[in-house]
């Protein structure tokens, strides 16, 4: 994930660190926590930028550029 975040063009410069908070071997469930530096808020930053889905989906691509 440090990876993925950090060479992001949209969110690499705002990444800070990703960790692991829990671990489940029996659902192969991972829950992480993504830290980032954010600005001061600017009108639709935290709405579009730090939006949870537009986050998730940079993770998504990651894994389809990989295949």
Excluded at 1 to 19: D, I, K, M, N, W
Excluded at 31 to 44: A, C, D, K, N, R
Aim: glycine share 2%; no cysteine; charged share 20%.
């Amino acid at each position: 994930l440090t990876e993925v975040y950090s060479s992001s063009p949209a969110l690499g410069r705002y990444f800070r660190s990703a960790q692991v908070v829990s671990f489940s071997n029996e659902s192969s469930t991972v829950i992480y926590q993504l830290v980032f530096s954010v600005p001061p808020s600017t009108e639709g930053f935290l709405k579009n930028t730090m939006n949870p889905d537009f986050i998730k989906n940079i993770l998504r691509q990651n894994i389809y550029d990989e295949d």
